[in-house]
């Protein structure tokens, strides 16, 4: 099982990438913090099976780190921008009434 802030290895053989597992939302994918040769530190969302575990700690490892650090926690249940707990924005009770344009 990953857990968050998991020093791993993305990908296998010469392409393999360093990370650190960032999130975990479900039991099919990791959201992981690598460095990117050509666009620089990013998420990278993958399969548990891509993942093996590194022991020591790599020369990427502080970027990810901060790179973890900027980032918000992801959101749980918020899907597409839906209002998590039933609570609206004070003030704003029901739609905008027709304004008549004063005949």
Known sequence: MTTLGELVRVGAGGSALDGIVFDVPSRSKVVVAV???????LFRTVSPSELTEREEEGSDDRTLRLLIRRTP???RGAA????VGGQRRSGFTRGATHRPTGR
């Open 35 to 41: 460095v990117d040769p050509d666009r620089g530190p």
């Open 73 to 75: 926690p992801p959101v």
């Open 80 to 83: 597409r921008g839906a209002v």
